[in-house]
């Protein structure tokens, strides 16, 4: 039914079938699929944020980025100080609101490798591989027909239809308006040895590419869970959506879940769960409401009043997250570049384009390349990366739980064999149609500038988000960690090298006119740059993994949580490391494949 008051949820009976903890992308996935699958069964999603229905700087894919630290649609929770970023406090985005951080993003609908997939079936997790994820990506997504005035082969965008959905709730698309970059950039790439990827979507998307894009063209707005989902299945009886209410913890009788505590204008009440609670507040919230619900490392909750329900020492570890440093270059002033929206006759000019489903506003288009490590490093760095070891970050690990030292080691050597694998993505790099925001840097708005962000796949640094006071009101302590293995600096310098040797290889040569940053200054020590500079992709994960106990798991393969009857984990926290792609697609598939394990148990 259409979003319900808590009122009318606490009038029935004070309690759902299923209560989902968090109506964001896998959230709202799991609950919408549930509530169809299931008629008889209700299932209730408790939302903190609002619903953004109709709200342009959600469903305008040109203002996707206005709504970054915007406290109406963005948690936008900041680190610690970073030890190795410049003693930087970073902004960490998350999605406020139904939808969750599809309503945030950039829009970006790209997936990762086979062997990345298969990988979480190597780590312990039967049923989590490429096949079966494939299927989940599939069911989640409808891939709409590229536009007749776009060349696929120059701009590298033909889907191949057997790697794509067909029926699922979130559109799939590529941008009809191609911005001038894109074509010279796989120009450039190719003439260094790096191909054009059709169809990066198979589980190889190595090469340079156009990137997919969750956007309807038939409507030219963002397609995300709360437009997809819940939009066209609102009206189901038995699917209760409550947003601006805040869950305080979970409940137990015992070792079993029996509800939630929840707070809405100051006044605090029990939803009851007759048969599950599932958790899907995201990799920042869910290990704060474990915490607070007396799930996690007995060690850091106890002194805070809390009761230790479960001893969980890996709640809130594992913590990674992609992070780059920008490449800016000037580009001519003819390329329509965001920098035209500073001239308000262009301005208008782009309104009017999106009115007819085209131009700037219509949707973004970006040119990726993931690159193997040997494409963009030397021989005796791919070897060095290649025994990398976690006794590299000295300050972290004595201070882990053996469990979870044990499961990170496992990690890192899945990343050890990755740095050396030619068919595996170690490092990428992605365009924005203007200056992208670098610290200390103030571009001249008369010019018109690309960005080529230098982003590391895999982390070698791992962080950690834990509560630091019983209160719910108190953000979680927030420490990814960045830089803090040497590796992950050392890729993105060599990023950026490369990134600097690209322009000067024609088509791209003749069309950049300067590189603005780095600046020749900087590069007397890019080391240093990136530490100064560096900046989130906002891709947390890993920080409730799905692993083996004995390895620092959280949840098994069920995304059942240990020890505890009645609790599952649904979102990208159980995901145990980075893989390469952008998390939307793989949201998507926890929320898709977490119904189905819930309904086979119902």
């Not at 209700?42 to 996707?64: C, F, K, Q, R, S």
């Not at 989590?128 to 989940?136: E, I, K, P």
């Not at 979970?250 to 079993?256: L, V």
Request: proline share 7%.
């Amino acid at each position: 039914m259409p979003i319900i008051t808590l009122e009318s949820l606490l009038q029935n009976e004070r309690s759902a079938d299923v209560v989902v903890i968090g109506g964001g992308t896998s959230g709202l996935t799991l609950a919408t699929r549930l509530a169809k699958g299931s008629p008889q069964t209700t299932v209730a999603v408790l939302e903190a944020g609002a619903y953004h229905e109709n709200d342009p700087l959600v469903d305008i894919p040109g203002m996707m980025a206005l709504a970054l630290g915007n406290p109406k649609y963005d948690w936008a929770y900041h680190t610690v100080p970073q030890a190795h970023a410049g003693n930087r406090r970073l902004l960490q985005s998350h999605g406020k609101g139904l939808g969750g951080s599809s309503l945030l993003n950039f829009l970006c609908f790209v997936r990762p490798s086979k062997e990345e997939f298969d990988a979480l079936e190597e780590l312990g997790n039967p049923g989590w591989n490429w096949d079966d994820l494939l299927s989940y990506m599939k069911k989640s997504e409808h891939i709409q027909a590229l536009s007749p005035s776009l060349d696929g082969q120059r701009v590298a965008a033909i889907p191949n239809a057997k790697s794509h959905g067909t029926e699922g709730a979130i559109a799939k698309s590529f941008p009809s308006h191609i911005t001038e970059i894109v074509t010279p950039m796989l120009d450039s790439l190719e003439a260094i040895g790096i191909p054009r990827k059709l169809d990066a979507s198979d589980g190889r998307p190595t090469g340079g590419f156009l990137s997919p894009t969750s956007v309807d063209i038939s409507t030219s707005k963002r397609s995300y869970a709360a437009s997809g989902y819940f939009a066209p299945n609102k009206d189901l009886p038995n699917l209760l959506v409550v947003t601006e209410i805040s869950v305080l913890k979970i409940n137990f009788d015992g070792t079993r879940a029996t509800g939630v505590t929840v707070q809405q204008n100051d006044r605090t009440f029990t939803v009851n769960a007759n048969k599950e609670v599932v958790v899907s507040a995201g990799s920042l919230h869910t290990p704060q409401i474990l915490e607070l619900s007396g799930v996690g490392n007995a060690s850091i909750i106890e002194p805070l009043g809390i009761k230790s329900i479960v001893n969980l020492p890996g709640v809130g570890e594992n913590l990674q997250d992609h992070a780059f440093a920008s490449t800016v270059v000037e580009v001519p002033e003819t390329f329509k570049s965001f920098e035209i929206f500073k001239d308000p006759v262009l301005a208008a000019e782009q309104q009017e384009l999106y009115k007819k489903g085209d131009g700037l506003l219509a949707g973004s288009a970006s040119c990726f390349a993931f690159l193997p490590a040997s494409t963009f490093a030397s021989p005796a760095d791919v070897s060095t990366w290649s025994q990398t070891k976690p006794d590299s970050e000295p300050d972290l690990f004595p201070e882990l739980d053996p469990t979870v030292r044990k499961g990170i080691e496992k990690q890192y050597e899945l990343l050890r064999r990755w740095a050396k694998d030619d068919k595996q993505p170690f490092g990428q790099l992605m365009t924005i149609n203007g200056h992208y925001t670098v610290p200390g840097v103030t571009p001249d708005p008369a010019k018109r500038y690309t960005t080529i962000l230098c982003a590391y796949s895999h982390p070698f640094s791992r962080g950690r988000i834990h509560i630091t006071s019983a209160s719910p009101a108190v953000p979680p302590d927030l420490n990814p960690r960045y830089l803090s293995n040497s590796t992950d600096r050392e890729v993105i310098v060599r990023l950026l090298e490369f990134a600097e040797r690209l322009c000067q290889v024609s088509p791209v040569k003749d069309i950049v006119k300067q590189i603005t940053v780095p600046s020749e200054k900087d590069k007397e020590d890019l080391g240093k740059f990136v530490g100064d500079v560096l900046a989130t992709v906002h891709h947390p994960v890993g920080t409730s993994a799905m692993l083996p106990r004995e390895l620092g798991g959280v949840v098994d393969q069920n995304l059942r949580v240990y020890g505890l009857e009645n609790l599952r984990i649904a979102d990208n926290s159980i995901v145990p490391l980075e893989i390469c792609s952008n998390t939307q697609s793989y949201a998507y598939a926890i929320g898709e494949k977490a119904a189905d394990l819930i309904l086979a148990d119902l």
